[in-house]
Nanobody, 123 residues
């Protein structure tokens, strides 16, 4: 079992940067694949990124590739999403999620979710 709490969202101008953090409770954080998803009003929740248990494998949605970077510090039970060169279309609620499996890039593969943090990018 794991509880997740996101932080770091806010309002930023286009071209700016934000770093989201996700703090996890529990004793087995390093056993979870960790993902980031986002959802804008009226749209489906979409995959943003995933990072493997050791941090050695990472994958990104085409829309954020080259701009976003995910990382993790297992000793701190924390996963990050560094977002650079932000665009207005990045505006959404961002969710941290944990999957009790070796890999996952779809929402159905994740069992545990944070409450989300709002990211708003102005033009």
């Amino acid at each position: 079992q794991v509880q997740l709490v996101e932080s770091g969202g806010g309002l930023v101008q286009a071209g700016g940067s934000l770093r989201l953090s996700c703090a996890a409770s529990g004793r087995t954080f390093s056993r979870y694949t960790m993902g980031w998803f986002r959802q804008a009003p009226g749209k489906e929740r979409e995959f943003v990124s995933a990072i493997s248990r050791s941090g050695s494998r990472r994958e990104y949605a085409d829309s954020v590739k080259g701009r976003f970077t995910t990382s993790r510090e297992n000793a701190k039970n924390t996963v990050y999403l560094q977002m650079n060169t932000l665009k207005p279309e990045d505006t959404a609620v961002y969710y941290c999620a944990a999957a009790p499996r070796l890999w996952g890039t779809t929402a159905n593969e994740y069992d545990y979710w944070g409450q989300g943090t709002q990211v708003t990018v102005s033009s």
